[in-house]
């Protein structure tokens, strides 16, 4: 997250595993629990468990280990984000829904290259 963000702030905040509780034997990020408007609120996550709670706020992308410095994954998202991001007191979760098709596009674009 911090080689993405360098100088610029694109995450007003970013939870990890400890962030989780446990549901079904599962780690799942339930965002209800944080106090944020879910309309303004998107899950990025390897994980699609993880916002099993939340689906209509949530984006899958490929896993990161760190080794392959062609993985541009998250920062082809920044454009479709940044456009969602334009419509003020829009929905996200609407907005993800319309952009869903370039989003699988992106992320389905990435695991192929990079198996």
Do not use: C, W
């Given at each position: 997250?911090?080689?993405?963000?360098?100088?610029?702030?694109?995450?007003?905040?970013?939870?990890?595993?400890?962030?989780?509780?446990?549901?079904?034997?599962?780690?799942?990020?339930?965002?209800?629990r944080?106090g944020?408007?879910?309309?303004?609120?998107?899950?990025?996550?390897?994980?699609?468990?993880?916002?099993?709670?939340?689906?209509?706020?949530?984006?899958?992308?490929?896993?990161?280990?760190?080794e392959?410095?062609?993985?541009?994954?998250?920062l082809e998202?920044i454009?479709?984000?940044?456009?969602?991001?334009?419509?003020?007191?829009?929905?996200l979760?609407e907005?993800?829904?319309?952009?869903?098709?370039?989003?699988?596009?992106k992320?389905?674009?990435?695991?192929s290259?990079?198996k």
């Amino acid at each position: 997250m911090d080689a993405i963000e360098g100088e610029k702030k694109y995450f007003s905040y970013v939870f990890y595993r400890d962030h989780t509780v446990i549901e079904d034997n599962d780690y799942v990020k339930d965002i209800s629990r944080i106090g944020r408007d879910l309309s303004k609120t998107i899950i990025v996550d390897n994980m699609p468990q993880n916002f099993r709670l939340q689906k209509e706020n949530g984006i899958l992308i490929k896993t990161f280990y760190g080794e392959d410095q062609s993985d541009k994954s998250l920062l082809e998202l920044i454009p479709i984000l940044t456009e969602m991001a334009k419509t003020p007191g829009k929905d996200l979760r609407e907005a993800l829904a319309l952009f869903k098709d370039e989003i699988l596009k992106k992320v389905s674009s990435n695991l192929s290259r990079n198996k």
